[in-house]
């Protein structure tokens, strides 16, 4: 795992699938994602404060896979959306993803992820909410890659996390393996219109200055089934 500070306050915690981050408020921590469930040794070895909450982007196990482990260890606070609160804590499965044409093969090159431990969820989250950390984190809920992804925007710093949303591998692009193509673009596009300076992803590099830019010209790249109706 490689640790890179993003910006002041912001740290990403870079593995070998995907992305999670630590936001510093004081001495207080707030963890979005836990990578899979081999990480949360590696993610503890860089805890420098209390770690109050850890909030899931969505149900998947390369998001969740540490969840459970870190929260019985450090008694943090787990947050999640409603509708992917129930996969995440083991009472029903994910639905598959629904594969556009370029994706298969890209899906079939993948190794397997272990399986993510069911995690309880202490509070459901809806769109809108306002969570307690980097001057008040709003919850946007961003439905398409699973139906209860969010994003969280933090209007004061101009920070976006996108979760799966929108990946920045090679560009900043739709994100993959979507359930429902068409709210993907849709959340994608509402992620556009927000004013942000720095935004991080599920998977990719961060954009650290200049986030908007690249989050509109992803968002009129996009297509979506609907847009030929």
């Not at 984190?137 to 439905?143: Q, S």
């Not at 209860?148 to 739709?174: C, E, K, Q, W, Y």
């Amino acid at each position: 795992m490689d640790a890179i500070e993003v910006r002041p306050g912001l740290r990403m915690l870079r593995f070998p699938v995907g992305a999670a981050y630590l936001w510093r408020d004081g001495d207080e921590l707030t963890l979005i994602d836990t990578g899979t469930a081999d990480c949360a040794a590696r993610i503890e070895g860089v805890l420098d404060g209390e770690l109050r909450r850890i909030v899931l982007t969505h149900w998947h196990e390369d998001h969740t896979g540490s969840a459970a482990a870190l929260a019985a260890r450090h008694g943090a606070e787990v947050l999640a959306h409603r509708s992917d609160a129930p996969v995440i804590q083991g009472e029903v499965a994910g639905p598959p993803p629904v594969l556009e044409a370029f994706e298969v093969p890209i899906r079939a090159s993948l190794p397997p992820l272990p399986p993510a431990p069911p995690c309880r969820v202490d509070r459901e989250v809806e769109d809108g909410d306002v969570l307690e950390f980097g001057g008040g984190a709003v919850v946007v809920a961003v439905p398409g890659h699973t139906d209860g992804s969010i994003a969280l925007h933090l209007p004061g710093p101009g920070v976006l996390f996108t979760g799966d949303a929108v990946a920045n591998v090679g560009r900043t692009m739709l994100g993959v393996f979507n359930t429902d193509r068409v709210r993907a673009v849709a959340s994608l596009r509402r992620l556009a219109e927000l004013d942000v300076d720095t935004a991080v992803f599920g998977h990719g590099d961060p954009i650290v200055h200049g986030a908007a830019t690249a989050l509109r010209g992803a968002a009129a790249a996009a297509t979506s089934p609907s847009d030929s109706v």
